[in-house]
């Protein structure tokens, strides 16, 4: 009679005799005791490892690495400033 | 304003988190955790794990930062954790008392593209679902 785990729509409420479904984990029922784990999706996200037993403390938490691989230069290329030519006969 | 190689966790912090990511190209989820189901007798179940996914996120200048929040005790009022989608409550938790746990909230990231209204779901770490609240038999002693 768990609540139900949510991602995508609320987890819903426990009933009397089973447990909240959710888009997470299902909430238990009195046949299993536990609830269920939730999952991962990805969205515009891609790559890394997808697996459970996240949360070290119970609630979430989120790590994030700004810029990492960024394709744009914060300063413009510098004109050089010694050319020497060597003309071709 | 987000800066290029900077390292941020986010915790739980009752409300959602936004950064001006105007300047960035692309993150990387170092990692992302989903929040736990509320325990009673039974144990609450874990959340979701995501490790080392990268998201370009070049035509966006808003995240949205979610973090789930474990979902209650189911023994006291067994109420679903907050997150972006919030995780449903127990059977009893109006009242209190014997119900089982709480969902937990769900963890997520969008990004918004405020020019436009458009947003995009980046990627979430669903929660776990709430622990029953099973009561042990015991044999009679004779």
């Known amino acids: ?89 | 304003m987000a800066q290029r190689g900077e390292t941020v966790t986010y915790t739980f912090s009752g409300d959602k988190e936004t950064e001006d990511i105007s300047n960035i190209d692309e993150i990387t989820i170092d990692r992302m955790d989903g929040a736990d189901g509320g325990d009673d007798n039974g144990t609450g179940g874990s959340g979701g794990l995501i490790e080392g996914a990268t998201v370009d996120v070049s035509n966006y200048d808003v995240l949205e930062i979610w973090v789930g929040e474990k979902g209650g005790s189911g023994y006291t009022a067994g109420e679903g954790g907050f997150g972006r989608f919030d995780g449903g409550d127990d059977f009893n938790s109006d009242v209190g008392g014997p119900g089982g746990g709480g969902g937990g909230g769900s963890t997520e990231l969008v990004a918004k593209d405020t020019s436009t209204g458009e947003t995009v779901f980046i990627a979430a770490a669903d929660a776990g679902g709430g622990g029953d609240d099973i009561i042990q038999s015991v044999a009679p002693v004779r």
């Open chain 1, 1 to 89: 009679m768990g609540g139900g785990g949510a991602r995508g729509g609320a987890g819903d409420a426990g009933g009397n005799d089973g447990g909240g479904t959710g888009f997470g984990g299902d909430g238990a029922d009195t046949s299993t005791g536990d609830g269920e784990d939730g999952g991962q999706e990805l969205g515009i996200a891609s790559g890394g490892t997808l697996t459970t037993g996240g949360s070290a403390d119970g609630s979430g938490e989120i790590k994030i690495t700004y810029g990492s691989g960024a394709t744009t230069s914060e300063e413009p290329p510098k004109a050089p400033s010694n050319l020497t030519v060597n003309p071709i006969d």
